[in-house]
């Protein structure tokens, strides 16, 4: 990773857009529908460090390369990291492209090397994520506490959460009905939860860059990881970066059926005889399928 990735909260902070032209509009139109209060400069107010006090980033966007230098020269005076567009040398940090859906946001970056590539990405994502996931999100962030709450034990939440982002209550949340959510998400903490662990097999041999949608989303539900000596290490990757890793040479059938009876869910990569341990215990184990054509 040459570049950390970090979000930002935008609500009561300030962002100084330095500069004219596209460049400079484009980077407004970021911030459109955001609570974050937008300071424009252009001209010789753009040089004085004075319009960038109190300022969390900025943007500094002119054709002009002169202008561009003396303006992140103010900005850095008043302690404020720069962005100069289309100039990736002159920056303290990189705009990634975004994929905008309220609460939820992701970004793809190449710390500014091919920001085409990274639109192309963006694409290619942004097809695959709902328009709604932010309903989802709000709602979510409106219940925390009370669901934290109901559910102190992070298996648990973790397994609630599991249940609410693929059910009716998540359904309901993208059709806009929230009332109709809140209430699906109620019943579900009031019912309580019967955890039941879940378990995949993945034959983790093959390249990460064919590894199918289905195999990359139970990567990221995954709490355990169980790595044969075959596993390739590009795919485990792939995982949350704290799900717990275990060497299959190091557990058995007996130790993953307890993980199982605590709710978690686990994926076997390149561990076929823990696969039959487990079936051979009762247990179902999904075979998830590796390449995504």
Do not use: W
């Amino acid at each position: 990773m040459d570049a950390f990735p970090a979000f930002f909260p935008l609500e009561g902070n300030v962002i100084v857009i330095a500069g004219i032209g596209e460049g400079s509009e484009a980077k407004a139109r970021l911030f459109e529908g955001s609570p974050v209060i937008l300071r424009r400069l252009s001209g010789d107010l753009a040089f004085d460090d004075a319009g960038y006090q109190g300022a969390s980033l900025a943007f500094i966007a002119h054709s002009d390369e002169a202008f561009c230098v003396a303006a992140a020269a103010a900005a850095r005076k008043a302690g404020v990291p720069v962005n100069v567009v289309d100039r990736p040398q002159m920056c303290d940090f990189t705009t990634p492209a975004l994929i905008d859906r309220g609460q939820v946001v992701a970004a793809i970056g190449t710390g500014g090397s091919a920001p085409l590539l990274a639109s192309l990405l963006r694409a290619d994502i942004e097809a695959r994520i709902p328009v709604g996931i932010g309903q989802i999100a709000g709602l979510l962030k409106d219940m925390q506490s009370e669901i934290r709450s109901a559910l102190p034990d992070l298996v648990r939440r973790r397994a609630f959460m599991r249940l609410a982002v693929g059910g009716p209550a998540a359904q309901a949340a993208m059709d806009g009905d929230l009332d109709a959510a809140r209430q699906h998400l109620r019943g579900l903490l009031e019912r309580g939860l019967a955890l039941a662990g879940r378990a995949y097999a993945l034959n983790g041999q093959g390249p990460a860059d064919l590894m199918s949608l289905k195999a990359a989303r139970r990567l990221s539900e995954a709490d355990i990881l169980v790595l044969g000596e075959q596993a390739n290490p590009q795919i485990a990757v792939l995982a949350r970066r704290d799900a717990e890793r275990l060497n299959a040479a190091s557990t058995d059938g007996q130790a993953l059926a307890a993980l199982l009876a605590e709710g978690l869910c686990l994926v076997l990569i390149a561990a076929p005889d823990l696969a039959k341990a487990l079936t051979d215990l009762g247990h179902d184990i999904e075979p998830l399928p590796v390449a995504s054509a």
